[in-house]
């Protein structure tokens, strides 16, 4: 996040989870004292990054007061930003994740091919993070099942052995008194 904030020369860079009621900071880089934190909400609606998520396109604003599409919107004179990216995260699956967004108060030229490909290849990045850390959940999930089995397991195994025992040691009482009487018997004859 420090290197995307020094490469535009942004202020704020935020990883951004966007679903279809809401957009949740995962993680952020905030030089500007723009004022969200890790798990803070903002309104999906009031997002540039919703319609990242609805038209499944990139957004790179150089001068939002110059932008023929941005200049009259209503989401950067609401949170005061000039200068503005947002770039869609995908799942390994094709899912749509949420964004990577970049804002600052002051203009800057980032609608470049260089910008461009960068955040491609963060976005790209930050996606195969994200598979290796729902990996790694998986993986545990499957370690704790397997755990709780084997305890399971231990356990029927316990209690089957102590159940075992009481019918075993009065088969094996039964048994030396019949072995004693039938030795009885068999001297008696």
């Given at each position: 996040?420090d290197?995307?904030?020094?490469?535009?020369?942004?202020g704020?860079?935020a990883?951004?989870?966007?679903?279809e009621?809401?957009?949740?900071?995962?993680?952020v880089?905030?030089?500007i004292?723009?004022g969200l934190k890790?798990?803070?909400?903002?309104k999906?609606?009031t997002t540039i990054?919703?319609e990242?998520r609805q038209?499944?396109?990139?957004?790179?604003?150089d001068?939002?007061?110059?932008s023929?599409?941005?200049?009259?919107h209503p989401?950067?004179?609401?949170y005061?930003?000039s200068?503005?990216?947002?770039v869609?995260?995908y799942k390994k699956d094709?899912?749509?994740?949420?964004?990577?967004?970049?804002?600052d108060?002051?203009?800057?030229k980032?609608d470049?091919e260089e910008?461009?490909?960068?955040?491609?290849?963060?976005?790209e990045?930050?996606?195969?993070?994200l598979?290796?850390?729902?990996e790694?959940?998986n993986a545990?999930?499957e370690l704790n099942e397997e755990?709780q089995?084997?305890?399971l397991r231990?356990q029927?195994?316990?209690i089957?052995g102590?159940?075992?025992?009481?019918?075993?040691a009065t088969?094996?009482?039964?048994?030396?008194i019949l072995?004693k009487?039938s030795?009885?018997?068999?001297?008696k004859?």
């Open positions: 996040m290197i995307i904030c020094l490469t535009t020369g942004m704020f860079t990883i951004a989870r966007v679903t009621d809401k957009w949740i900071t995962c993680a880089n905030d030089k004292k723009f890790p798990g803070d909400e903002l999906v609606e990054c919703n990242v038209h499944e396109q990139a957004v790179f604003i001068n939002v007061a110059t023929e599409t941005y200049a009259k989401t950067p004179a609401m005061g930003f200068s503005y990216i947002s869609p995260l094709g899912s749509f994740f949420g964004t990577i967004c970049a804002i108060k002051k203009i800057a980032i470049t910008i461009r490909g960068m955040f491609q290849l963060y976005a990045l930050i996606s195969f993070h598979e290796a850390i729902e790694k959940e545990v999930a755990h089995i084997a305890e231990e029927f195994i316990a089957l102590h159940d075992l025992k009481n019918p075993i088969t094996r009482m039964s048994a030396e072995m009487f030795k009885e018997d068999i001297v004859r």
